[in-house]
Structures are given as C-alpha cells and as structure tokens.
C-alpha cells in the first residue's frame, strides 16, 4: 500500500508497506489517524532497499512492515513474515533487552522511555491507542524484551 506520512522535516510524504489482506484496513486506518495526529516518520520504505536485511533497515529508522525473516534468536517466524506486524522508527523507538542489548545501536539513547523526542512512541500516547483501537497491541507492552518500534495485530 502507498501511504501519506508526516516527515521529520514537518512535510508531507509518500511512503510503502507489505501488509497481508487482513491487515490492511486496521493499517490503513491506523496510518491516516497518525498522519491526522502529525507523528512524525522519518522514512517508510519496502525492506527491498535494504536488501531484505532488517538491520539495514532499522540503522536507516525506516519504518517498514512485511519482512521473511524469523524471530531474532530463533526459528520461529517473525508476524512480519506474514506481513501482521510493522515497526514504526526504529531509531527513536528500539528493540532493548534487560541485558543492555539495545537494537539499532543508535537507537541507545531513546531506551530511556521518560523522555520526549520527535517519533518516540510512548505507552500512553496517541501511537498506541491507534494501534489499540485499530486492534493491534504493542511489543513496548512485552515486560522484556521491550520492542518499542513494534506493533502486531497478534501482540506477538
């Protein structure tokens, strides 16, 4: 799907995202309701232009949806193989462990959830409850790891 987006610049832009079927209308609705909000995103481009590489992806804060790949450390695969999950800035909103392992590097010095910076996504802002209202939980929920980036429509 095209979808219209708020940039960091302020301006409006057109970015893509792989979602299967059912996902489409919650995504969609979500999308024109974070657009509406003016939440920022830095980039929304397919995973191709990274070479289907997620860490690619993530170290550019794209915001993308559809990927092939498993869960990080296993071999299960991830909702984003099925295109039922999309991670919205990478960069401001990380993957962290209770370890300190925090995924995008640059994403370090947004672990700290108390802050408040351009497309950071917090527990009780509008981000969540767009997602929530469209049906779709968020990883910053999970008690660890903390995927601050990720929302699906399974939770998982």
């Not at 095209?2 to 960091?8: A, D, I, K, L």
């Not at 947004?110 to 049906?135: C, M, T």
Request: net charge positive.
């Amino acid at each position: 799907m095209r979808v219209t987006h708020r940039g960091f610049d302020g301006e409006v832009h057109r970015g893509r995202l792989v979602v299967h079927r059912d996902s489409a209308q919650p995504i969609l609705r979500t999308m024109r309701e974070l657009y509406r909000l003016h939440f920022p995103i830095r980039r929304m481009r397919l995973v191709d232009a990274y070479g289907a590489d997620d860490h690619r992806s993530m170290d550019a804060d794209n915001t993308s949806a559809f990927n092939c790949r498993t869960v990080a450390g296993t071999s299960r695969w991830s909702e984003h193989a099925y295109g039922h999950a999309i991670d919205v800035n990478p960069i401001e909103n990380p993957y962290a462990t209770a370890d300190g392992y925090v995924s995008p590097p640059a994403g370090a010095p947004y672990e700290d959830r108390s802050q408040r910076a351009k497309g950071l996504i917090h527990r009780r802002g509008p981000v969540v409850a767009a997602f929530r209202n469209n049906g779709w939980e968020w990883g910053g929920n999970w008690s660890w790891p903390k995927d601050y980036q990720h929302f699906s429509a399974d939770g998982g």
